[in-house]
């Protein structure tokens, strides 16, 4: 039986997809999630200064640079957690 994926994991995948510029059906297919699930998480990061429309496609998201150090951030911490696992 599968786990379900924490809010973290799913918004780190998303940063990380988005750290290239890309478009939401992409981003679905990628995240293995679906497009309801997509824009809500793509709205709180918009909110949040975390990812942007491309200026120059405005169909592409991109994550910003707070977004890419949230991503660094993450990924350290689940670096230095990885000793907590059973």
Do not use: H
């Amino acid at each position: 039986m599968r786990t379900r994926r924490s809010k973290d994991q799913i918004i780190f995948e998303i940063l990380r997809i988005c750290a290239g510029g890309e478009n939401i059906t992409k981003i679905v297919y990628q995240t293995n999630t679906n497009f309801t699930t997509v824009k809500g998480y793509l709205s709180l990061l918009m909110k949040n200064g975390l990812i942007e429309r491309d200026s120059s496609s405005p169909r592409l998201y991109r994550s910003t640079s707070k977004g890419l150090e949230m991503m660094n951030r993450i990924k350290e911490l689940r670096r230095e957690m990885e000793w907590l696992v059973f």
